[in-house]
């Protein structure tokens, strides 16, 4: 995607001791990563930068946690209480099963991943295994399960989405992933498949606004385009910002295919892609004002990308991105496929499957559109 992670160059030497998950590189997660979550305390929270516009979540509705090392627990048993689901076990007191006649959901202990209807989802905070128990990170139970298992217990949601900002990743001297065998650059298919959301979007009565509508960097530097984009997606008071990417790989490329979706990582917890946790995870950025209506928009996209193109599950996953970093409104960035592998690109190449593609992200920008509306009328308390 090569869209920069959010830098503190002068944060870089502040790293917190605190051993949180053995994930690989971004583009290599393994599917169960080793994770020790305890460890001394974090440093106090640097200073935000910038407030978020909104905070959705609503404390009172909290269930009891427990502090362990540096991060707040809650005990399965509870958290599947405030979930409305039932708790089985597969391995005695490491790995549940919760469910109820709609849902599946799958955690254990020392796992970042876990499994929702079938579906991959990365959490913030592998759950831990404490004296006979399991229990979940409260910041995924609140900013990740509860708005992807019971959206109806976030509150009051955000109006209907009107405007919606589409972002093709990259542009000009900034091509992104290239595939040089086939000739093929990430920036061309990245504009050409918003071109064609755009038309969709529009067609379903949405207004649309595009970063970019030609092959062009936004600003000279990179750091300055990133916040370009997101600029826009305020000036236009957009609803919903999507950013449009296509991923490659250096190692294993005609192994790895498939498509993930990316919300912005909660305060508090290390990106997918980091094993550390550090002092700039402790910052309330912008994007953290809508945590709980990033994570219901990214599982929504990701599973329409599976249910319609049929596409490898690389996860719903999440990362402090820049580009996702300031924007005020429900965002998310999306990596249809890997320019690496061979027979992956040929498809990207196809118009066809670019048609396809913009389809799929329509339909889950529509089903996350009707979950808002289900909300607001009370109706429907299940994400699915
Ligand atoms: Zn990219």
């Given amino acids: ?20 998950s053995g994930v690989a590189a971004q583009e290599n997660v393994p599917r169960l990563p080793p994770t020790r979550p305890n460890g001394p305390s974090p440093a106090p929270a640097a200073p935000s930068a910038a407030k978020p516009k909104t905070e959705t979540f609503s404390s009172a509705q909290v269930p009891r946690s427990t502090r362990f090392g540096a991060a707040d627990w809650v005990e399965i048993g509870i958290a599947a209480k ?12 490491r790995e549940a099963v919760l469910t109820d006649k709609d849902t599946r959901l799958e955690l254990a202990s020392d796992r970042l991943e876990a499994g929702l209807n ?3 989802i990365f959490l913030g905070q592998a759950p831990i295994s404490r ?22 217990l976030l509150g009051v949601p955000k109006p209907a989405p009107k405007t919606i900002v589409i972002d093709p990743g990259h542009g000009g001297p900034d091509t992104g992933k290239v595939n040089g065998a086939l000739g093929l650059f990430e920036k061309t298919f990245t504009l050409d498949t918003s071109l064609r959301l755009k038309k969709i979007l529009e067609a379903r009565g949405w207004k649309v606004v595009l970063t970019r509508t030609d092959d062009r960097q936004l600003k000279p530097g990179k750091q300055d385009d990133l916040q370009r984009r997101a600029q826009i997606a305020d000036e236009v008071d957009a609803d919903v910002f999507v950013s449009i ?4 790989v250096a190692e294993q490329v005609e192994k790895v295919s498939g498509a993930e979706v990316y919300r912005f990582t909660p305060q508090h917890q290390p990106p997918v892609t980091r094993a550390l946790r550090r002092l700039d995870d ?8 809508n945590d709980v209506w990033n994570s219901l928009l990214a599982y929504s996209i990701q599973r329409r990308l599976l249910r319609d193109l049929k596409l490898d599950d690389r996860g719903f996953k999440h990362d402090r991105l820049a580009v996702l970093r300031l924007v005020s409104c429900p965002a998310v960035l999306i990596e249809g496929g ?17 048609q396809q593609l913009a389809e799929a992200i329509a339909n889950g920008l529509g089903t996350y559109a ?4 289900s909300l607001r009328s009370g109706a429907n308390d299940s994400s699915r």
């Avoid at 992670?5 to 949180?20: C, S």
């Avoid at 690496?340 to 196809?350: H, K, L, P, Q, V």
């Avoid at 009707?370 to 509306?373: I, T």
Wanted: hydrophobic share 40%; aromatic share 6%.
């Fill in 131 to 152: 004296s006979g128990n399991l229990y979940v990170s409260k910041i995924d139970l609140e900013r990740c399960l509860v708005p992807l298992v019971r959206p109806a």
């Fill in 282 to 289: 402790e910052v309330l950025n912008p994007g953290n004002g």
């Fill in 1 to 20: 995607m090569n869209t920069p992670r959010v830098r503190w160059a002068a944060l870089g030497g502040l790293m917190i001791g605190l051993l949180v």
């Fill in 118 to 120: 079938g579906q991959r």
């Fill in 245 to 248: 990417h296509f991923n490659s």
């Fill in 370 to 373: 009707s979950q808002l509306q």
């Fill in 82 to 93: 405030r979930l409305g689901l039932k708790v089985g076990w597969t391995l005695s007191s």
């Fill in 338 to 354: 890997f320019l690496s592998n061979t027979t992956e690109a040929r498809r990207i190449a196809n118009a066809t499957y670019r």
